[in-house]
C-alpha cells in the first residue's frame, strides 16, 4: 500500500541488522528491504524517516545520517516491552516539497485509521505541517504541542509555508480543526511580541524554558493534553544537541528532552510524535544522533506504561475522587478529579457529565500544585483558561 512512498533500506542496514543480539531493538524489527515491505496490520508502531529540509531553505537532504541513527538507535537494549514495530524507510522525496506533504499525510492518516502510531523523524520542522493535515479526515479537533524554543507563527515570507512559520499556517486554516495549541520550551528573546499576544488572544498556551528547567514535572499535564507532539531538536542547548538547524547556548538540557518524550509517550492521548530539525553536517561526533535515539527509547518507555485513565462517562464516579473549588465572588465552582489509581489530577468547571459530554473538551488534565494554587486562591494559568473560555 505504501511501498511507493519508500526507499527501501540499504545492504548495510541488512548486513549491521544480522549481526544485533536478541535484546536489541533491531534484532527481530521488520522493516522494508528489495524483498518485501513490511505488514501494517502486524504493527503497534510504525517509524517514518522523512529526509526533506527545504522548508528550512536547504537543499542537502543527507539520507546517510538517517542510516547513523537507526544504528545508533537499534543497538539500544529494549526494555520489557512487547509491541510491534516496524521501519518504513525513507519516504522518496518528490519534485517540490508539497509532493513531500501530500505523501506524509497520506501515509499518517492511514496509521490512524488503523491504530498504528507513527514516530517521524524527520528534516525540518514545517513537516509537522502535513502531519496535522492527517488529522482532518477524523473530523474531530486536534491539540498541538510542540516543543520548541520559538512559537513558529509569523515568518516574513508568509505565503510560503516554513519551519518558522509553519504554526501560523495550521491557524489559517480553513475549516480549521485546531483545538489547542501548547508551546513547551519557549525562549522570549526568541519570540516576536505579536505572536505572544495571538497566543493569548486565541486562549493557547505556553511555557517558558526556565519554569520546565524548575520544575519538569509541570510538563506531563500539558502532554495529558495533546493529540500531535512535535519535538523540535533546536530547542535543546548546543552543548548537548549540536546537530541541530539553529543551535544555541540555551535550551533544554538533555535529560530534560528525555524526561519530556516519556511524558508524550506515557500520555493516553498522544497519538503521533515527531522529531525534526537535524543537522548532521553539524555532528561530527553523532552526539545528536545518539541523542535522538535515547529521545526515542524513552517514548517508547512511557508508551509501555500507558494506562487509559482519562475520565469517561463510566469512570468518573466510580475511579476519582472530587474535589469542589468554589470560585471567589462568582457563581461558579472547579471540580478536580484525582485518579485513585494514577494519582494524575483533572480539572474542570463542570460538575454533572453525561454519555454525551466530550470528555477531552470539558475535562483538562492538570497538576497536584495546580489544585493545591487553585485552593489558596492563586489561580495557575491552566486553570485561569477555563475561566476565559467561559466568558469569551
Known amino acids: 500500500m505504501f511501498s511507493n512512498y519508500f526507499e527501501p533500506l540499504t545492504e548495510d542496514f541488512i548486513s549491521f541488522q544480522s549481526q544485533l543480539n536478541k535484546n536489541q531493538l533491531g534484532h527481530n524489527l521488520n522493516y522494508f528491504s528489495n524483498k518485501s515491505f513490511p505488514d501494517i496490520d502486524a504493527a503497534d508502531i510504525a517509524f517514518i524517516f522523512v529526509p526533506d529540509n527545504r522548508g528550512a531553505n536547504k537543499l542537502n537532504n543527507d539520507t546517510v545520517s538517517y542510516l547513523e541513527i537507526r544504528k545508533s538507535f537499534y543497538r539500544l537494549f529494549k526494555g520489557n516491552w512487547n509491541f510491534r514495530m516496524l521501519d518504513l524507510g525513507n519516504l522518496k522525496l518528490g519534485d517540490d516539497v508539497k509532493d513531500t506533504y501530500f505523501a506524509l499525510t497520506d501515509i499518517v492518516s492511514n496509521l490512524l485509521s488503523q491504530s498504528v502510531f507513527p514516530i517521524i523523524i524527520g528534516g525540518s520542522n514545517d513537516l509537522v505541517y502535513p502531519v496535522y493535515r492527517a ?22 515570507d508568509s505565503l510560503k509555508i516554513s519551519s518558522r512559520n509553519f504554526v501560523g499556517h495550521i491557524i489559517k486554516q480553513d475549516p480549521n480543526h485546531l483545538s489547542n495549541f501548547i508551546n513547551l520550551g519557549y525562549q522570549s528573546y526568541l519570540c516576536q511580541n505579536d505572536e505572544s499576544h ?21 510538563v506531563e499535564p500539558y502532554m495529558r493534553n495533546a493529540d500531535l507532539v512535535s519535538f523540535d ?23 530534560h528532552s528525555c524526561a519530556i ?40 518507555e512511557g508508551w509501555s506504561l500507558r494506562t487509559n485513565d482519562y475520565p469517561s462517562a463510566k469512570t468518573i464516579n466510580v475511579n476519582y475522587q472530587k474535589y469542589l473549588i468554589p470560585v471567589r465572588e462568582s457563581d461558579l465552582q472547579f471540580v478536580f478529579y484525582k485518579s485513585k489509581r494514577t494519582g494524575r489530577w483533572w480539572v474542570s468547571s463542570c460538575l ?41
Not at 135 to 156: H, T, W
Not at 198 to 218: A, H, P, Q, T, W
Not at 354 to 378: A, R, V
Open 198 to 218: 495571538l497566543l493569548e488572544k486565541m486562549l493557547f498556551e505556553s511555557c517558558r524554558l526556565g519554569d520546565i528547567r524548575d520544575n519538569i514535572k509541570e
Open 135 to 156: 488529522y482532518e479526515s477524523f473530523s474531530r479537533g486536534v491539540n498541538l504541542l510542540c516543543v520548541d524554543s520559538k512559537f513558529d507563527l509569523i515568518d516574513e
Open 352 to 392: 454533572e457529565f453525561d454519555k454525551d459530554t466530550n470528555y477531552k473538551e470539558k475535562i483538562i488534565p492538570c497538576s497536584y500544585e495546580d489544585y493545591l494554587n487553585t485552593l489558596s486562591g492563586d489561580i495557575p494559568k491552566r486553570v485561569y483558561r477555563i475561566l476565559k473560555r467561559l466568558s469569551s
Open 233 to 255: 531538536l533546536s530547542s535543546i542547548k548546543q552543548g548537548d544537541a549540536p546537530g541541530t538547524s539553529q543551535p544555541s547556548p540555551n535550551g533544554l538540557e538533555a535529560h
Open 261 to 300: 518524550s516519556r511524558y508524550a509517550g506515557v500520555s493516553d492521548r498522544v497519538s503521533s510524535f515527531g522529531i525534526f530539525e537535524l543537522d548532521a553536517s553539524k555532528d561530527p561526533t553523532n552526539q545528536t544522533l545518539n541523542l535522538i535515539s535515547q529521545i526515542i527509547w524513552y517514548f517508547l
